[in-house]
C-alpha cells in the first residue's frame, strides 16, 4: 500500500500539467510548516508585489508559509555570503549575482536540486540550464545545486530624440558591430554644440565596481570573436583561436572611448546603477545594460519610455551573429537549511510554467521566463506589443544566446571580483599600455587564479 504524501501529491500535479492541462497543485498538509526565502528587491515595485503573490498563491495551495524576505540585491550578496559562512542560513536563497552558486557549490555548501530541475528540465532553455550547473569540489562532480527561474540578456538602449536632434535617424543604424558602436560617436560634439554640454556619445560601464563593467566587456570581446575564451568544462583557453585578439580589441575599443572623451568622466568610478542614472538624466545617448530596468524605471512616464529604444546585439563585422550571454537569479538550497522539504516543494511548484510565467508577468517583464518554447506560445512572451519587451525576449529567448561564464567556475568570480579586464582598460586608457601588453598580463593573471580551481573532467 503506498502513502500519500504532500510531496507525492504536488507531483501529480506536475505529471497532469507536463500531460497538458494545467492544474494548480493543491498539496494537503495536515501539519503546515514554514520555510524562508530571501530573493533581491525588484529595481519596480511590481516585482516585489508579484514576488509576495507568488507565496501567498503557495499558501493557499498548500498551507505551508513562505517567510518572504526581500533585500536589496547588494546587501543580498554580503548576507548570503555571511549565511553560508556561519552555518546560520535560510531554507532558500535568491542568488544575488552569478558567482554565488559557483563559489557555494564548489565549497559544498549548498544541496543538490537536480530533482526539483528535473520537474521541468524538458521546458528550461539549455542556457538557463547551464547557468545552475555547477562543480562540486568536495564531490568532484557536477550537478544542479541552484534551481533557474529568472533569465535575462543585455541590450542596448538609446534615447531616439537625442539621435534625431544630432541630425541622425534611427533607421539609419548599421548593423554590423563597430559601424553600429561607432555610429554614435559624432552625436556627442553635435548635441554638445547645441548646449547639452554634458551629453556624451556612450555610458558604457568601464569601472573596477560591480557586474556591468563585466557584462560590458564580455560583449565586446565576444563580439571580436573571443567567445571561448572560457568553456562549459571549467578550462580556459588564453591560446585558443582569436582569444588574445579579441581581449586585446575589446580593451582598446572601450580605452579609446574614455581617451577621447566619449563617456562621461565620472564613468570610471560608476557602479552598477550609475549607467541608469546616467542614462536618464540624458548624460548619454547610448547604453548597454542588462535587463530593461532602464525602459521599465519610466513605465509611468509614457512619453520617456516611448522615447527610448530597446535594440538587440548587432552581427559582428563579418555579419555573423553574435551571441548574447544569458543569466539570471535562481534559487539554491543552503546545507543546513532547517525546512528544506517545504523548500523543495516551494520551488517545485514556483517552476511550474503557468505559475512562474505569471510570477514573472507581474513583475512586468523585467525577467524573461527561461522556457522558451511554452514562451513562444503565450503571446504575452511570444507576441508583446510593446517594442521594448518584444525587442528584450527576442533576443533573450530565441537567440542567439550563450550561458554566462561565472558557471563553468568559481575561478571566473574571482575574476570578476579582480576585474582583471577592467584594469587592462585602464592601463591602456591611463598610463599609456598597448591593448597587446595589456591582454598579455591580464591573461597571465586569469591563468593564475585557474591554477586555484582544478576541475576534474571525465
Not at 498563491?57 to 555570503?81: C, H, M, W
Not at 554614435?184 to 560601464?205: C, D, I, N, V
Not at 568553456?231 to 579609446?256: C, I, N, W, Y
Request: proline share 7%.
Amino acid at each position: 500500500m503506498s502513502t500519500l504524501t504532500r510531496r507525492s501529491l504536488l507531483r501529480t500535479s506536475l505529471a497532469v500539467a507536463a500531460a497538458g492541462t494545467f492544474a494548480r497543485p493543491y498539496i494537503a498538509n495536515a501539519q503546515a510548516k514554514t520555510a524562508s526565502l530571501w530573493i533581491a528587491q525588484g529595481f519596480v515595485p511590481e516585482e516585489d508585489t508579484a514576488a509576495k503573490k507568488l507565496v501567498a498563491d503557495y499558501l493557499k495551495q498548500s498551507g505551508n508559509t513562505i517567510d518572504l524576505s526581500i533585500v536589496p540585491f547588494a546587501p543580498l550578496r554580503d548576507k548570503e555570503v555571511s549565511a553560508v559562512t556561519s552555518g546560520v542560513v535560510p531554507d532558500m536563497m535568491e542568488w544575488a549575482d552569478n558567482v554565488f552558486g559557483p563559489a557555494q557549490s564548489w565549497a559544498g555548501r549548498l544541496e543538490d536540486v537536480s530533482a526539483i530541475v528535473d520537474t521541468q528540465k524538458a521546458q528550461f532553455s539549455k542556457d538557463a540550464l547551464a547557468g545552475a550547473y555547477y562543480y562540486n569540489n568536495v564531490e568532484k562532480t557536477r550537478a544542479y545545486y541552484g534551481v533557474p527561474w529568472k533569465v535575462a540578456s543585455v541590450p542596448f538602449h538609446i534615447w531616439i530624440s537625442l539621435v534625431e536632434k544630432s541630425g541622425y535617424k534611427i533607421s539609419e543604424l548599421p548593423g554590423t558591430w563597430s559601424k553600429f558602436i561607432d555610429f554614435f560617436k559624432p552625436m556627442q560634439q553635435k548635441l554638445q554644440a547645441q548646449g547639452m554640454r554634458h551629453t556624451y556619445s556612450y555610458g558604457w560601464e568601464i569601472s573596477t565596481v560591480g557586474v556591468d563593467p563585466v557584462n560590458t566587456f564580455n560583449a565586446f570581446m565576444i563580439a571580436h570573436g573571443g567567445k571561448n575564451i572560457f568553456t562549459p568544462d571549467g578550462k580556459f583557453h588564453p591560446r585558443g583561436p582569436h582569444v588574445k585578439e579579441a581581449v586585446a580589441k575589446a580593451m582598446g575599443q572601450l580605452a579609446s572611448f574614455l581617451k577621447d572623451h566619449y563617456i562621461p568622466p565620472s564613468a570610471v568610478n560608476w557602479n552598477d546603477a550609475d549607467d541608469n542614472n546616467a542614462f536618464h538624466s540624458k548624460l548619454c545617448v547610448v547604453d548597454f545594460d542588462g535587463t530593461i530596468s532602464t525602459e521599465l524605471a519610466l513605465i509611468h512616464n509614457k512619453a520617456e519610455y516611448d522615447d527610448i529604444l530597446t535594440h538587440t546585439i548587432p552581427n559582428d563585422d563579418a555579419g555573423r551573429p553574435i551571441p548574447a550571454q544569458i543569466g539570471g537569479p535562481g534559487v539554491v538550497i543552503p546545507k543546513g537549511a532547517k525546512n528544506a522539504e517545504v523548500a523543495r516543494e516551494f520551488l517545485e511548484y514556483a517552476i511550474q510554467p503557468e505559475v512562474l510565467s505569471g510570477y514573472l508577468k507581474g513583475g512586468l517583464g523585467r525577467w524573461a521566463i527561461p522556457m522558451p518554447e511554452f514562451a513562444k506560445n503565450d503571446p504575452w512572451w511570444g507576441h508583446n506589443p510593446d517594442p521594448h519587451l518584444s525587442t528584450y525576449f527576442e533576443e533573450t529567448l530565441w537567440g542567439p544566446t550563450m550561458p554566462v561564464y561565472e558557471a563553468f567556475s568559481p575561478a571566473i568570480g574571482q575574476i570578476n571580483a579582480e576585474h582583471v579586464f577592467q584594469l587592462g582598460i585602464a592601463a591602456v586608457a591611463s598610463h599609456g599600455a598597448s591593448p597587446e601588453a595589456a591582454a598579455e598580463k591580464a591573461l597571465t593573471r586569469i591563468g593564475e587564479i585557474f591554477a586555484k580551481y582544478p576541475i576534474k573532467t571525465a
